[in-house]
């Protein structure tokens, strides 16, 4: 089965970086176009970057352009989300995110940025 698992979160102050990661198993890991999204308490999950499985083409939500990037590894069925300049707003849970047949999401991890 699909499995999605996501880690690196953590507390960072305003102006740090994280690096998360999502490892992949139970599908065509190089086949599929991957996706990071966040959701801070009491608001919707939001869509923050989507990669396509060569990694030529990638899209970002306007609030991270220019300071979050993603990749992915299709050797390590991985895929990355480089998050500098971290501001409060960024805090929330980071999932990752597949379609291979319906919806397939991790757990999330647990970004918190503040003093």
């Known amino acids: 089965q699909v499995q999605l698992v996501e880690s690196g979160g953590g507390l960072v102050q305003p102006g740090g970086s994280l690096r998360l990661s999502c490892v992949a198993s139970?599908?065509?890991?190089?086949?599929?176009?991957m996706s990071w999204y966040r959701q801070a308490s009491g608001k919707e999950r939001e869509l923050v970057a989507g990669?396509?499985?060569?990694?030529?083409?990638?899209t970002y939500a306007d609030s991270v352009k220019g300071r979050f990037t993603i990749s992915r590894d299709n050797a390590k069925n991985t895929v990355f989300l480089q998050m500098n300049h971290l501001k409060p707003d960024d805090t929330g849970v980071y999932y990752c995110?597949?379609?291979?047949?319906?919806?397939?999401w991790g757990k999330g991890t647990l970004v918190t940025v503040s003093e």
């Open positions: 995110q597949v379609i291979s047949g319906r919806d397939h």
């Open positions: 139970g599908f065509a890991f190089d086949l599929h176009y």
């Open positions: 990669i396509t499985h060569v990694s030529d083409m990638t």
